[in-house]
């Protein structure tokens, strides 16, 4: 088994060993040997997931988390203010018909199975623990919610419907019903009309727990996914279940979904490609993501913000980019501060 100083030092990870203790979070047991050594295990561990804000699964990368630059610190940076920023709980939908029109403002989706860590994630993404509702019992979410997040986007007056109010904030991230064990039996029904003809929607972020294989349902969203076109990124939750072997447990299931999603690009051949379709980087989320301030940054939930902002059409990389090298741009400069969309292709 590997130490815990040696996972410590070969994900390059800082150590927030003794934030962790002041908070309380961990109980202490000082009396027995045997005890303390479990537990001095445990934290490391802990300390491992909650340290990085960039952990992800890459293709024929041996490290989980990625030794970030400089350029992209600030990225995550950009993104996190831009999450950050505040938010808004716009609507819930039970069908199609019920969302609100929007022909302006990019849509993101969060799917998977029942219990899987949806809702924890949404409210992770923006920084506020009670934002979507999340509870230890499967089927806690029922419609599609939708949350409008970011900062008031700047938009030119082409780009503006007239005759209605400015959006106050640049994205929506839709919640939505878990699939599988305690849910609505039309919950496909509903979903699928929205992936097939939410004329807005950007993309998917589909969830997956560490602790369970793909599911059948997994492979059909992902296959519903491939099949519209729809841009997908995936997560894994909940690694703080995994134990010692979370990092490995965490790359073997990113395999076998680079896997699953390589057969369908293949399958279907309509353009759903690695890269530009699914994302071969798959993003590992950890712990009581219910309760950000506990954890910091509940895991590698940076470079999922990150990854969403670049599928969802914002680009702050080009204004870090811009910044970090001085350079002259002489493309469109989208600003972080003043954040606005890149027009839909
Ligand atoms: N240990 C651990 N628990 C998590 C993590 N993410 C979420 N949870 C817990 O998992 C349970 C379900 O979380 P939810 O966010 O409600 O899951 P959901 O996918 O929205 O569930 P439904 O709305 O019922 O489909 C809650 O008790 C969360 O606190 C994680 O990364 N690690
Ligand atoms: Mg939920």
Redesign the pocket.
């Known amino acids: 088994m590997i130490s815990s100083r040696v996972t410590l030092h070969r994900l390059g990870l800082s150590c927030h060993y003794q934030t962790f203790i002041h908070r309380g979070a961990i109980p202490r047991t000082r009396s027995h040997p045997i005890g303390q050594r479990r537990q001095q295990r445990w934290k490391s561990y802990k300390q491992t997931i909650a340290s990085s804000e960039m952990l992800r699964c890459r293709p024929e990368s041996e490290t989980l988390a990625t030794k970030l630059t400089s350029v992209e610190r600030q990225e995550l940076a950009s993104a996190r203010k831009f999450f950050e920023e505040g938010y808004e709980f716009l609507y819930s939908a039970e069908s199609f018909s019920q969302h609100s029109p929007n022909t302006q403002t990019p849509e993101i989706i969060v799917l ?10 949404l409210n992770a993404l923006i920084g506020r623990p009670n934002a ?10 029922t419609m599609l919610n939708a949350f409008a997040v970011g900062p008031r986007p700047r938009l030119s007056d082409g780009l503006h419907d007239k005759g209605t109010s400015p959006p106050k904030h640049s994205l929506i991230v839709m ?1 939505s ?2 699939y599988g064990y ?2 609505r039996s039309d919950w496909g029904h509903a979903v699928v009309e929205y992936i097939e003809k939410r004329s807005m929607l950007r993309g998917a972020v589909v ?1 997956v727990s560490m602790e369970k294989k793909l599911l059948p349902e997994d492979r059909w969203i992902l296959k519903t996914l491939a099949k519209f076109n729809t841009r997908t990124i995936v997560v894994v ?5 995994g134990g010692s072997h979370w990092a490995t447990t965490c790359r073997e299931q990113a395999d076998v979904l680079r896997r699953e999603m390589g057969e369908l690009e293949q399958r279907l051949g309509n353009g759903w490609t690695k890269g530009s379709g699914w994302m071969p980087d798959i993003y590992v ?6 309760n950000i301030n506990k954890l910091g940054n ?2 590698g939930i940076g470079g999922v913000r990150l990854a969403i902002l670049n599928m969802a059409g914002f680009n702050p990389k080009a204004e870090v980019e811009q910044k970090a090298e001085a350079v002259a741009y002489t493309g469109r400069i989208v600003s972080f501060d003043d954040i606005c969309w890149k027009v839909a292709p």
Do not use: C, I
């Open positions: 998977g199975a029942s219990n899987v860590g949806k809702s924890s994630f979507a509702r999340v509870s230890q019992k499967p089927g806690k979410t919640d019903p878990g305690k849910s969830l939750t909940k690694a703080d279940k989320t950890a712990a009581n993501m219910d509940g895991g």
